[in-house]
């Protein structure tokens, strides 16, 4: 197994075994705990795209994708959320083909962010998001200086004030000013209409979910990405490396219990370009099936 994989895989089980019994040790062995406003979620994710052909070139491209999240949730003086992340991706690009494409991408973020009422509107009903995302992407695991970037979304969002009224809507954007996008709409809404199907479509992973019973569940999932990396291309250091994919697919998740649960997954990733910004080397990638796995863990 890949290095990374098992280093990876490590902190995932230290950090299912660890956190929990350290956030909880004042507790001690009582059944019933109260009700907290801090939750500490803790997911990993695989996914494989097969390998597909490229557009107007010999060769094909397969691309293996590991992720790690960590996430904590809390309410500052039992008011104010706050969300305090960090995301690790891994990708392996497998390939045959004459364009010098970068063997392996990490991409490592930190977050933090939190939403409040909107000033001088004396509603509570309309609120402000705010996240900060200090992030390194590159084609290795250092933290390099160069590769440093500060992207933010800034977003409204709708919530009624009648608890019964399930409906959020979110509008906004992400701005990165160092980027070739250097603005992405963000517009979404969440939903859930009754106690078996849930749109959660204000998300940077929007799924649809119908609740068969307690513990299953099927569900529609959609992840478009545009990311860039700083890489070396033939000794040349600090070239913009872009990735672009948008996944279409659906699967069926299982609740093991009230904090663990685990999903598989399998579609169509689709739209899918690698290439550079100075436009040396750009491949169209044919679409192809994907197959994901999940395991999610909060607390």
Do not use: C
């Not at 075994?17 to 907290?36: C, D, N, Q, R």
């Not at 999240?69 to 004459?98: A, C």
């Not at 070739?180 to 979910?209: C, W």
């Amino acid at each position: 197994m890949d290095p990374r994989k098992v280093g990876v895989l490590s902190f995932f089980w230290a950090a299912v075994i660890f956190v929990p019994s350290v956030l909880f040790a004042e507790e001690g062995t009582t059944a019933k705990k109260e009700p907290s406003n801090t939750t500490v979620t803790v997911m990993t994710k695989d996914r494989y795209t097969f390998e597909s052909g490229v557009n107007h070139m010999l060769g094909k491209v397969s691309v293996n994708q590991n992720d790690f999240d960590v996430k904590y949730e809390t309410k500052v003086f039992g008011k104010l959320p706050v969300s305090v992340w960090f995301d690790y991706k891994h990708l392996d690009i497998n390939e045959n083909i004459p364009v010098d494409l970068p063997a392996s991408l990490h991409g490592r973020r930190f977050g933090v962010g939190t939403k409040f009422p909107v000033p001088f509107l004396n509603s509570n009903e309309h609120f402000i998001g705010i996240d900060v995302m200090p992030s390194w992407y590159s084609d290795d695991s250092s933290f390099t200086s160069s590769a440093f970037r500060v992207p933010f979304r800034a977003y409204l969002i709708y919530k009624p004030s009648d608890p019964s009224n399930t409906f959020v809507l979110i509008a906004g954007a992400q701005i990165d000013v160092n980027a070739d996008t250097p603005v992405i709409p963000i517009i979404g809404f969440n939903y859930q209409p009754n106690d078996r199907l849930d749109f959660h479509l204000a998300s940077s992973e929007p799924t649809i979910t119908y609740k068969l019973d307690n513990n299953w569940a099927v569900f529609a999932e959609f992840d478009a990405k545009l990311d860039e990396y700083e890489v070396t291309r033939a000794g040349q250091k600090g070239v913009v490396f872009k990735v672009r994919e948008a996944i279409f697919g659906g699967g069926l998740k299982f609740k093991i219990s009230e904090w663990l649960d685990a999903s598989l997954s399998t579609g169509l990733n689709t739209g899918r370009r690698f290439s550079y910004r100075d436009n040396v080397g750009k491949v169209d990638v044919d679409s192809a099936p994907y197959i994901k796995a999940r395991l999610s863990v909060k607390f």
